[in-house]
């Protein structure tokens, strides 16, 4: 079946420091990726988004490249800012399958300090 | 709507009554999910809809739980005689269409089982 794997957190950081999540999957076929960022009282949402191998997803300052090579789909930040203090999830979704079904990692919590 | 509501955001229960959570997807959106997020764990897929029927339920932890879809709108998911490791915040998620499209999730309701 599909799996994510991520690390585990907490990871702390100083302002403008740079930021990486480490995530790997395993899955048949072709899935396509995605971050997925819960900020402190609020829902899940859309960080950023990659469907096939090569493509970089960008999206506030961060970025994530589909590598099938490595299976994998690091996350990274060039210059953190306290704001991006938040849970972050990587995930899957295995497309021509039925639905639409993610299959996500286990979350790293990020706290960046002043 | 705007975005995908849930209600209630808070639920207070105690062991052995039912619960009835309730999802309003975005307006047009064929496919709705839910999944549920245990204290400091990731998600877990719990049941798909497409329209009005579950093509895919196997997340579904045992036979007290139940959901169902009426008008391709409106989902409720029912726990019966709660127990304590019940105790989870559920999230809802709906797409336009099922494969390849965007999931946005709602805030979720949280669930406390004393």
């Known amino acids: 079946g599909n799996s994510v794997t991520q690390m585990e957190g907490p990871v702390t950081l100083s302002e403008e420091a740079f930021l990486t999540i480490n995530c790997t999957y395993t899955?048949?076929?072709?899935?396509?990726l995605f971050w997925y960022v819960q900020y402190p009282g609020e829902g899940l949402q859309l960080l950023l988004k990659?469907?096939?191998?090569?493509d970089k997803g960008s999206n506030k300052g961060f970025e994530a490249t589909y590598r099938k090579e490595t299976t994998s789909f690091h996350l990274e930040k060039g210059s953190v800012q306290v704001s991006d203090s938040a849970v972050y999830f990587c995930?899957?979704?295995?497309?021509?399958?039925?639905?639409?079904?993610?299959?996500f990692g286990g979350g790293t919590r990020v706290l960046v300090k002043p | 709507g705007a975005g995908v509501s849930q209600s209630p955001s808070n639920k207070v229960t105690e062991k052995g009554k039912d619960v009835e959570l309730r999802c309003d997807p975005i307006?047009?959106?064929?496919?709705l999910y839910w999944y549920r997020q245990r204290l400091g764990q990731g998600l877990e897929f719990l049941i798909y809809?497409?329209?009005?029927?579950?093509?895919?339920k196997s997340g579904l932890p045992s036979d007290r739980f139940s959901a169902e879809r009426t008008g391709e709108s409106v989902s409720t998911l029912t726990i019966q005689r709660t127990q304590q490791e019940d105790s989870a915040v559920y999230l809802c998620a709906s797409s336009l269409v099922p494969n390849g499209d965007t999931i946005y999730f709602g805030e979720g309701s949280w669930l406390t089982v004393v």
């Open positions: 899955a048949t076929g072709y899935p396509s």
């Open positions: 307006s047009g959106h064929t496919a």
């Open positions: 809809f497409q329209g009005n029927s579950a093509p895919d």
């Open positions: 990659a469907t096939k191998a090569d």
């Open positions: 995930a899957l979704t295995q497309r021509g399958a039925a639905g639409n079904k993610l299959t």
